[in-house]
């Protein structure tokens, strides 16, 4: 079974740039999140979707990220622009659980914002 | 906030020691999870405990729920260099959202 993809594996760009990363899911997993994990924490959930529906976005900071779910697969986490305290690994993970179960990784972007 | 916060923050221990770690969380929960993440592997899902469950085991885990002091426990036994990694608890929140919400990490080294 495949896992979680997620493209590309490292970005570096200049404050005020704009930044896009994509995650292509586990087959079958309706439920799609995105973290944000700066260096030292654990993850912080951003963004939570189930099919193309958001379950919450409570912590995306909507001034300048943004995320979509088209057709209810892969998804697309955008900054624009770009700060310094953004420079983190950007997660994407899934689930068939709805929420109430195994979460499953992938690799990461790892972001550094100069 | 976060809701779950792991304790130690880091452990350095021998191959073959056991190695314990707490989470505490402040709300009523759904479910409790523990991951791991190293360099290799990225986060990787170790255990499920649900709220009306006690302890469960996974091979040389051993996790305990304790609901009422909002407390949980993982035990890794006979630890080996290949167990150093970072361990996260994860919960999500009664009441319907199952929202999930990491802890700081407790990071572990196992010396061989």
């Known amino acids: 079974e495949a896992g979680v993809a997620q493209s590309p594996r490292y970005k570096i760009i200049e404050k005020r740039q704009s930044v896009a990363f994509w995650c292509n899911p586990i087959?079958?997993?309706?439920?799609l999140y995105w973290y944000q994990q700066i260096l030292g924490q654990g993850p912080k959930l951003l963004i939570q979707?189930?099919?193309?529906?958001?379950?919450?976005d409570s912590q995306l900071p909507k001034d300048r990220f943004s995320a979509e779910r088209l057709k209810g697969v892969d998804s697309t986490l955008k900054i624009q622009p770009a700060k310094l305290e953004d420079s983190a690994v950007y997660l994407c993970?899934?689930?068939?659980?709805?929420?109430?179960?195994?979460?499953?990784f992938g690799p990461g972007t790892r972001l550094t914002v100069l | 906030s976060q809701q779950g916060e792991e304790d130690p923050q880091a452990l350095s221990i021998q191959e073959g020691e056991n190695a314990t770690m707490n989470c505490s969380y402040k709300?009523?929960?759904?479910?409790l999870q523990w991951y791991r993440q190293n360099s290799g592997r990225g986060l990787v899902h170790l255990i499920l405990?649900?709220?009306?469950?006690r302890e469960k085991h996974s091979g040389r885990l051993r996790v305990t729920l304790d609901t009422s002091k909002k407390s949980s426990s993982l035990l890794i036994t006979a630890s080996r260099a290949a167990d150093t990694a970072s361990y996260f608890c994860?919960?999500?929140?009664?009441?319907?959202?199952?929202?999930?919400?990491f802890g700081r990490g407790t990071s572990l080294i196992v010396h061989p």
């Open positions: 993970a899934s689930s068939s659980s709805g929420g109430r179960g195994e979460q499953f």
């Open positions: 087959s079958g997993h309706a439920t």
């Open positions: 979707f189930q099919n193309n529906g958001v379950v919450d």
């Open positions: 709300t009523s929960i759904n479910n």
């Open positions: 405990i649900r709220s009306n469950e």
């Open positions: 994860a919960t999500d929140a009664s009441g319907g959202s199952y929202i999930p919400t």
